[in-house]
């Protein structure tokens, strides 16, 4: 059963949505479920222990079970989002069920597997965000299902990614993948904010170079066009989503110059941020 937008005493027990809107909202150490978060309009920042976490349309960040999380949102726009919270330990009998052999799982069906992510965010993609948008419409419990195989997936796919890391122990790719992890998330952290690699090197703990070569060789993409990637992307997001003046949202991303905002928003998305805004759907 999944509940939608039901009192707090119903996390834990059940899957539920909650769907908000408003200009100024905050949480403050909260330890929810196992979840994903995502913004539907607008811009919403999630702060852990382990970084900021700015979210705009189509991303999402999966946060762990107990794991306090702060939530702000200050906009002059109504921000909208869209938060999953797993029923307990439902996201982690998918997990055992879709690596574990026949026999083990007859023999031991209710047993506990802890499961941790690591890879907190995600970017717009082909799988979670249309079925995170299925599932703002409908409801649909199966949906519920599809996420949750979908998470166990792209966690499996991103630790395969880590083991191609260039170190011999298992523990130092572990640990590499780790800091390398914590690199994005300064970047994420810091999608409106001048940034350069030496100061998001300094976050995961590794010089400026042994982080380039990891991150390159994880993701596929040097660090600065990961984050121009995510700034158009947000940018995007916005001009879409929100009535946001072209200005406030070249600063909103990062860019202090519009001419320089310009040039490289119509590089990613063949147009201007005037004329994408204007050929939205």
């Given amino acids: 059963m999944v509940l939608v937008n039901p009192r707090a005493s119903a996390l834990w027990e ?3 949505i909650l769907n908000g809107r408003g200009r100024d909202y905050h949480v403050r150490d909260f330890p929810g479920p196992l979840s994903i ?5 607008g811009t919403a920042a999630w702060e852990t222990g382990e970084g900021r976490f700015e979210i705009g349309p189509g991303s999402c960040v999966v946060l762990n079970d107990r794991q306090p999380y702060s939530l702000t949102i200050e906009s002059r726009e109504v921000v909208e989002t869209l938060c999953l919270f797993f029923a307990h330990g439902f996201v982690e009998d998918v997990a055992r069920a879709m690596t574990t052999g026949a026999a ?19 970017a717009e993609d082909r799988v979670l965000t249309p079925l995170l948008r ?4 409908s409801g649909e419990e199966a949906l519920v299902w599809q996420i949750a195989e979908a998470l166990v997936r792209l966690r499996a796919e991103t630790r395969a990614l880590a083991a191609k890391l260039p170190a011999v122990k298992a523990s130092t790719r572990e640990e590499l993948w780790r800091r390398i992890q914590r690199g994005r998330n300064a970047i994420e952290g810091s999608l409106g904010k001048p940034l350069d690699l030496n100061q998001v090197a ?73 004329d994408f805004r204007r050929a939205r759907i």
């Fill in 14 to 16: 059940s899957h539920v």
């Fill in 37 to 41: 978060k995502s913004v539907l309009s």
């Fill in 104 to 122: 083990e799982l007859l023999s031991e069906p209710w047993k506990e597997q802890p499961l941790e992510f690591h890879e907190r965010l995600r």
């Fill in 134 to 137: 299925r599932l703002h419409r």
């Fill in 202 to 274: 300094r976050e995961a703990t590794l010089s400026p170079f042994h982080f380039h070569r990891g991150f390159t060789r994880l993701f596929g993409e040097t660090p600065h066009a990961y984050l121009t990637r995510r700034r158009m992307e947000q940018a995007a997001g916005l001009l879409q989503s929100t009535e946001m003046p072209v200005m406030e949202v070249c600063l909103a991303c990062g860019y202090q110059s519009p001419g320089a905002f310009s040039t490289v928003f119509r590089k990613h998305a063949g147009m201007s941020p005037t």
